[in-house]
């Protein structure tokens, strides 16, 4: 059975090395992006399983992101995780975002829990 590929954008390179460690040990292909651009990049060549974003970054907004993703045909029906510090469920679900949430800091459990619920 091939492992289930995960799209990581987020910009904080210590939650980004955890996350995919986390998703490494757990039979996962995770790959991480720092940046919109990047993201997009990857994006164009292979597409996920699921997509974990941040909502804060340096090039762009991980919620603009995700919207772009429920509206284009090719990415919509790819599950989407949101994580932020800063933000809420509600202020995700308000701004149109189609996705799952989860706050930082992050309980590793629950966070792996969430991804093989998609998986």
């Known amino acids: 059975m091939s492992r289930k590929l995960v799209y990581i954008l987020e ?3 210590d939650i980004s090395e955890l ?3 986390i998703l490494s040990e757990a039979g996962y292909e ?3 992006c720092g940046t919109v651009d990047s ?3 990857i994006i164009s060549h292979k597409l996920p399983d699921i997509f974990i974003l941040d909502i804060i970054l340096p090039d762009g907004n991980g919620l603009d992101v995700c919207k772009q ?3 284009n045909i090719t990415t919509s029906g790819i599950p989407v995780l949101m994580m932020s510090a800063n933000k809420t469920r509600r202020e995700i679900e308000d701004f ?3 996705a799952d ?7 590793i459990e629950h966070l792996l829990e969430r991804i093989d619920s998609y998986a």
């Open 19 to 21: 996350i995919v460690y």
């Open 30 to 32: 995770p790959v991480e």
């Open 69 to 71: 993703l429920s509206s």
């Open 96 to 98: 149109g975002c189609k």
């Open 39 to 41: 993201f997009n990049e």
């Open 11 to 13: 910009d904080d390179p």
């Open 101 to 107: 949430f989860i706050s930082k800091p992050f309980n």
